[in-house]
């Protein structure tokens, strides 16, 4: 059974850098089958995508965040984790981490999901 | 970036109620399209993928429909269990969008 689950630190001051990492289990992360997805969820807001990272390493990031976001991956830990630079209450939410399937019906769905963690930025 | 447009925002309804909730996307996305249910607390769960067909395990009063710009998830018959929050997920291309989601409160 696949299994994402978040963890870090729920509070973070402004100015400095949100990290989190994401444990998989149930699926070997060294595989080309997947790709490993940051998400978040601004309290009332809807969904943003933060970025991709492959097994290789090989990251796509949203434009709109792009010089603030490193997403890095260790397949032999089973995990992802994500770092966002000079945070701002705008970066308060709920992050999600998920996998995408490269299965040739679904490639690129995104099919499980982490229950998601809150990261409050506040002095 | 392909928006999508997701309608209502909310809707009451009634165990037993068919429930209809519709996403539009800003440009031809085929059927790169998945539906979700999000209940707080818990993971997003999948329930529908490639716009219209069922997830393993997922019971079968929920079906999607469309392609294209316009895609449609359905609830037959709504149980108890289905009030919750869905919003939709396009993989067409990067950066992927969702819709703003649909959250169905009892009526």
């Known amino acids: 059974q696949v299994q994402l689950q978040e963890s870090g630190p729920g509070l973070v001051k402004p100015s400095e850098t949100l990290s989190l990492t994401c444990t998989v289990s149930?699926?070997?992360?060294?595989?080309?089958?997947?790709?490993w997805v940051w998400t978040r969820q601004p309290p009332g807001k809807g969904l943003e995508w933060l970025g991709t990272i492959y097994s290789s390493g090989i990251t796509y990031y949203n434009p709109s965040l792009e010089s603030r976001i490193t997403m890095s991956v260790d397949t032999s830990k089973s995990h992802f984790s994500l770092k966002l630079s000079s945070v701002t209450a705008a970066d308060t939410a709920v992050y999600y981490c998920?996998?995408?399937?490269?299965?040739?019906?679904?490639?690129?769905?995104?099919?499980?999901w982490g229950q998601g963690t809150l990261v409050t930025v506040s002095s | 970036d392909i928006q999508m447009t997701q309608s209502p925002s909310s809707l009451s309804a009634s165990v037993g109620d068919r429930v209809t909730i519709t996403c539009r996307a800003s440009?031809?996305?085929?059927?790169?399209l998945g539906w979700y249910q999000q209940k707080p607390g818990k993971a997003p769960k999948r329930l529908i993928y490639?716009?219209?067909n069922l997830q393993s395990g997922v019971p079968s009063r929920f079906s999607g429909s469309g392609s294209g710009t316009e895609f449609t998830l359905t609830i037959g018959s709504l149980q108890p269990e289905d009030f919750a929050t869905y919003f939709c997920?396009?993989?067409?291309?990067?950066?992927?969008?969702f819709g703003q989601g649909t959250k169905v409160e009892v009526k």
């Open positions: 997920l396009q993989h067409n291309s990067y950066p992927l969008t």
């Open positions: 490639g716009a219209s």
């Open positions: 998920a996998r995408q399937t490269t299965l040739d019906s679904d490639y690129g769905a995104v099919d499980y």
């Open positions: 440009q031809d996305i085929g059927s790169d």
């Open positions: 149930g699926v070997s992360m060294n595989t080309l089958s997947y790709f």
